[in-house]
Antibody, heavy 120, light 107 residues
């Protein structure tokens, strides 16, 4: 059974870069008809879609994060990652990785989420 | 961006109750609306896709309806494992957006 698991530092200093990785187990990331997404939820706020990546490296980002976000994929390790630069307290959130079928745009599999706090 | 609202924001219910949650969008999205269940400490779970299609493995007590800007999620006969927060999400256009959630807890 396919599972997703987020990992990375849970505490990041303001102005630094947040880096998280999602490991796909029980299956392969190198699938033509799926995209791999990042979604976050800040305290008291709605879920926010950050963006997604295909195993070919094609990406779509939410304009709300501007140029601060980049995603990458490592098919050899069956992982995909997200980086958010110049973080502030507003980037404090639970970060989820998820999968979505191409052209379907719903998220049919999620990780449990990883809480990340931005604080000095 | 397409804005999402949900009502109510929370409700207290008993096992066996019928629960109806409403989601409204700021513009028409046809039937591109999905529902998720999120229990604390667990991964969110897709329940309903395209407004009314039950995701595989989801119990039939869950159902969805609506189109355009108004949608509902109905739980017919609430079970103990259904106490959770429910979110709607539009898949009509990027950026994909979510509703603020409806928390269903024990009365």
């Amino acid at each position: 059974q396919l599972e997703l698991q987020e990992s990375g530092p849970r505490l990041v200093k303001p102005s630094e870069t947040l880096s998280l990785t999602c490991t796909v187990s029980g299956g392969f990331i190198k699938i033509d008809d799926h995209y791999w997404d990042w979604i976050r939820q800040s305290p008291g706020k709605e879920l926010e879609w950050i963006g997604n990546i295909h195993y070919t490296g094609k990406t779509y980002y939410n304009p709300s994060l501007g140029s601060r976000v980049t995603m990458s994929v490592d098919t050899a390790k069956n992982q995909f990652s997200v980086k958010v630069t110049s973080v502030t307290a507003a980037d404090t959130a639970i970060y989820y990785c998820a999968r979505h079928p191409e052209r379907k745009n719903w998220f049919d599999l999620w990780g449990q989420g990883i809480p990340v706090t931005v604080s000095s | 961006d397409i804005q999402m609202t949900q009502s109510p924001s929370s409700l207290s219910q008993s096992v066996g109750d019928r629960v109806i949650i409403t989601c409204r969008t700021s513009e028409s999205i046809d039937r591109s609306l999905n529902w998720y269940q999120h229990r604390p400490g667990k991964a969110p779970k897709l329940l309903i896709l395209d407004a009314s299609t039950l995701q595989g493995g989801v119990p039939s007590r869950f159902s969805g309806s609506g189109s355009g800007t108004d949608f509902t999620l109905t739980i017919s006969g609430l079970q103990p494992e259904d106490f959770a927060t429910y979110y709607c999400q539009q898949s009509y256009r990027t950026p994909f957006t979510f509703g603020p959630g409806t928390k269903v807890d024990v009365k």
